[in-house]
């Protein structure tokens, strides 16, 4: 199994900064792309920023220019840096990870468990 642990949520006011960190652990043979998702309150999940194993990024029009991802798939943890936040980035945001395990041919989807962002007016 794989699991996938995120860190640095929280409360922050307007124009202020958030760092997330997410690591992935189990058994784990590599990992195609890291990626940071968010779901607001009556809100479809979306995505926030994608990085491929060879360096790839990826935003959301919405963030770009105020969010970095980056990360160390030696280590298979990824990192979202946020800076300028606005009351509309207001979302848990999710770790995901597609990953090949030990004994199966193929790539699957994991998520982490959420945490929370909450951006102040």
């Known amino acids: 199994q794989v699991q996938l642990v995120e860190s640095g949520g929280g409360l922050v006011q307007a124009g202020g900064s958030l760092k997330l960190s997410c690591a992935a652990s189990?058994?784990?043979?590599?990992?195609?792309?890291m990626a940071w998702y968010r779901q607001a309150p009556g809100k479809q999940r979306e995505l926030v920023a994608s990085?491929?194993?060879?360096?790839?990024?990826n935003y959301a029009d919405s963030v770009k220019g105020r969010f970095t991802i980056s990360g160390d798939y030696a280590k298979n943890t990824v990192y979202l840096q946020m800076n300028s936040l606005k009351p509309e980035d207001t979302a848990v945001y999710y770790c995901h990870a597609v990953v090949r395990t030990p004994g199966i041919s193929s790539f699957n989807n994991y998520w982490g468990q959420g945490t929370q962002i909450t951006v102040s007016s």
């Open positions: 189990g058994s784990i043979l590599s990992i195609n792309v």
């Open positions: 990085r491929s194993s060879v360096g790839n990024r």
